[in-house]
């Protein structure tokens, strides 16, 4: 007989809609940015290929922002319906970031519309790419905000608890707390990475194009810009991978000895990649860096790193999916910083060589994109996983924090059918949106000069 249990029901929605929304949030976040970026290039340039691909991209990132809109929604009906203990508790602490995530998305929304209707109404360009300013810097701060959030619930702060109540509540340190930095950084950075790949398979669906023999210069400075943007922010996010090591070395070293399998506290601890984890904790078939754990926690081989024996075995996390989820995030973030180098490593040669392309380098490119995706979804589960069993670091268990409704298994059918039809339509305007009204027809009527080989 099925066994209903709400905080599993609870968990997997949330979860869903994490999925989802992180897809749709990523985008709201890195796309404002990378599309400043072509329209700045297309003023100073005056090239119109840059102002054309800015053009573009807005109207295809106002599909996204329309649907991060509800899925955003549904995130925040889901706390307090799912999770009622969690924010009964912590609801005052959190409630300055949630407020002010509302608020930048506000500035954001706003001015993009004025963005999108004011094409061409200004004599000034310039003016013109103003208005994005406050659009990419409410996208990024809104993402600041509610990270903050989730910074908070790994590392809380800023409260004093007194007979299962927070009193004495300091909203700032509450927001601003250990885990903030690292969290909200990587979380920028990224987003701006996987931005970058998308667009740049718009480009490089132009990549595919260009296969097909679309050889188009839009095409050329379309790659160009984003797969440069890609490695400046892909180096970014190596560094600060890093760092967030370090965090979780000094503040949840359970979550990091999880994330490498790391049982024995000792120092000169290997850095463990891939591999099996036998019903007895034994790790077989994994490659095994020396002294690298050890380093990544401390900076030195020296460091010493807190084993999961040392863990009491109500407190450890799901093993293998916290350890698979870290390798995907971090393998993927490696196969998108090469693919990003190689290009510019090819466009330096180009200027001497003058040889176009590769295939290679073109299909790596479009692989690129779903993966930079993959790698998005891999850290946002390595992080909430990892966190297991607790929804507040070391003050509340999920359990604890979750309902007791009976209807939650409901609720999630509901969800996920609404979040089915919404992506569903949301590819199917994007792609007749770009297929039905390709860039060259645009070139062509607003009569731009191009076609050289890329």
């Known amino acids: 007989m099925f066994n209903y249990d709400p905080v599993l029901f609870s968990r997997i929605l949330t979860g869903l809609t994490l999925f989802v929304h992180i897809i749709y ?13 072509a329209e700045w290039i297309g003023i100073k340039r005056n090239d119109p290929h840059y102002l054309l691909m800015a053009r573009r991209w807005a109207r295809g990132f106002t599909v996204t922002v329309a649907v991060g809109v509800v899925t955003g929604t549904a995130i925040g009906l889901q706390l307090s319906l799912l999770w009622p203990n969690f924010m009964r508790v912590a609801g005052q602490a959190i409630a300055l970031p949630l407020f002010m995530e509302t608020f930048a998305f506000f500035v954001e929304a706003i001015f993009l519309g004025i963005y999108l209707y004011t094409w061409d109404r200004f004599k000034n360009r310039m003016v013109h790419f103003l208005l994005l300013i406050p659009v990419a810097i409410g996208s990024s701060a809104s993402a600041f905000f509610i990270t903050t959030v989730n910074a908070f619930m790994n590392a809380p702060r800023g409260f004093d608890m007194v007979e299962g109540q927070m009193t004495n509540i300091q909203p700032l340190l509450a927001m601003f707390n250990p885990a903030m930095p690292t969290k909200v950084s990587h979380v920028l950075v990224t987003a701006y990475v996987t931005s970058a790949f998308l667009l740049a398979a718009i480009a490089a669906i132009a990549a595919i194009a260009m296969l097909r023999g679309r050889n188009h210069t839009y095409y050329k400075k379309a790659l160009r810009l984003t797969m440069t943007s890609a490695l400046v922010f892909a180096l970014a996010s190596a560094l600060i991978g890093d760092l ?3 965090y979780l070395h000094e503040y949840q070293p359970e979550k990091l000895a999880a994330a490498e399998w790391h049982f024995e506290t000792t120092d000169k601890a290997s850095l463990i990649l891939g591999g099996i984890l036998t019903e ?7 490659i095994k860096i020396p002294f690298a754990l050890s380093i990544l926690a ?13 863990v009491p075995p109500d407190e450890l996390p799901p093993l293998r999916p916290t350890h698979y989820f870290f390798d995907s995030m971090v393998f993927i973030g490696i196969y998108l910083t090469l693919v990003a180098l190689w290009y510019v490593i090819w466009q330096r040669r180009k200027r ?3 040889k176009p392309i590769s295939r ?3 299909w790596a490119i479009v692989i690129g994109a779903p993966l930079a995706v993959m790698a998005i979804e891999s850290g946002w589960m390595f992080a909430e996983i990892g966190r297991q069993p607790w929804i507040l670091w070391k003050v509340m268990t999920v359990a604890e924090g979750a309902t007791t409704s009976n209807h939650v298994d409901t609720m999630l059918w509901l969800f996920a059918l609404l979040y089915a039809v919404l992506t ?3 590819i199917r305007v994007l792609i007749r949106m770009f297929k039905d009204n390709p860039a060259e027809e645009e070139i062509a009527a607003l009569g731009i000069e191009g076609g050289t080989k890329i």
């Open 244 to 246: 967030s090591g370090k």
């Open 280 to 286: 007895e904790n034994e790790v077989k078939f994994a």
């Open 25 to 37: 949030a990523t985008i709201g976040v890195g796309v404002p940015l990378i599309i400043a970026l």
């Open 298 to 310: 401390g900076s030195t081989p020296d460091t010493v790193v807190k084993g999961l024996n040392e």
């Open 360 to 362: 290679m380098l073109l």
């Open 424 to 426: 569903l339509t949301a």
């Open 352 to 354: 001497k060589t003058g």
